[in-house]
């Protein structure tokens, strides 16, 4: 059962558009939400992430939105470029217990310059 | 550079045969996780140490499988009897004490023929 479900599962934006990535989860003891990167061959690298006590963050480009209510969460690129063109992942993990990440199942980024 | 490294980069076996990976955390961090990534897929969680304690063990985590820790630095991931199922990435991360964040490593292709 994934539980983090994530969409779309691939995305191409043109340069300076704004791509937009959402993701879902149901289980409310998730208390932090990170954004991965990964481009071909190389490990997730951490983009940005957020707790459920701000609807909002901010770093560079990128932005997450958080609805607790909803249980969901996006991620915004804004100004995209074509070296953003990766996999990008969003995953949850809860405080008790081992913290392990649950990942989404990925959107491939496409931005065509 | 002080990140997650892992060894060796690609490993390409026959089936039958046993692996065995090497992950040497960022130092200090008192946390290390093993996941397993296959082609787009996100990472799944298989394994994680606090200090030198294996304290949580996914299902995904056969009798076949088995990682240590033994002071508390690095980590091995071994494979006994591999089979080509077990064809993935296979990733690394660590956390220091008291934060959420897990930093990646570049990861272990495995490749069973």
């Known amino acids: 059962q994934q539980q983090v479900k994530q969409s779309p599962q691939s995305l191409i934006v043109q340069k300076g558009g704004i791509p937009i990535i959402n993701c879902a989860y149901e289980?409310?003891?998730?208390?932090?939400f990170p954004w991965y990167q990964q481009f071909p061959g190389k490990g997730p690298a951490l983009l940005i992430a957020?707790?459920?006590?701000?609807s909002e963050k901010k770093e560079g480009r990128f932005t997450i939105s958080f609805n607790k209510s909803a249980k969901q969460f996006s991620l915004h690129i804004m100004d995209s470029q074509p070296g953003d063109s990766a996999t990008y992942f969003c995953?949850?993990?809860?405080?008790?217990?081992?913290?392990?990440?649950?990942f989404g199942t990925g959107t491939r980024l496409t931005v065509i310059p | 550079d002080t990140g997650v490294s892992q060894d060796p980069r690609h490993k390409i076996t026959k089936r039958g045969q046993n692996v065995t990976f090497r992950c040497d955390p960022i130092?200090?961090?008192?946390?290390l996780y093993w996941y397993r990534q296959t082609l787009g897929q996100g990472p799944e969680f298989l394994t994680y140490?606090?200090?030198?304690?294996?304290?949580?063990k996914s299902r995904l985590l056969s009798d076949r499988f088995s990682a240590e820790r033994p002071k508390g630095s690095f980590s091995t991931l071994e494979i006994q009897r591999t089979e080509q199922g077990d064809s993935a990435m296979y990733l690394c991360?660590?956390?220091?004490?008291?934060?959420?964040?897990?930093?990646f490593g570049p990861g272990t292709r495995l490749t069973v023929l």
């Open positions: 140490f606090q200090n030198e304690a294996q304290l949580e």
């Open positions: 289980n409310t003891a998730f208390d932090y």
């Open positions: 991360a660590s956390s220091p004490r008291g934060a959420d964040t897990q930093y």
């Open positions: 130092s200090e961090h008192n946390r």
């Open positions: 995953a949850a993990s809860m405080s008790a217990g081992a913290n392990n990440l649950f």
């Open positions: 957020i707790r459920p006590d701000v």
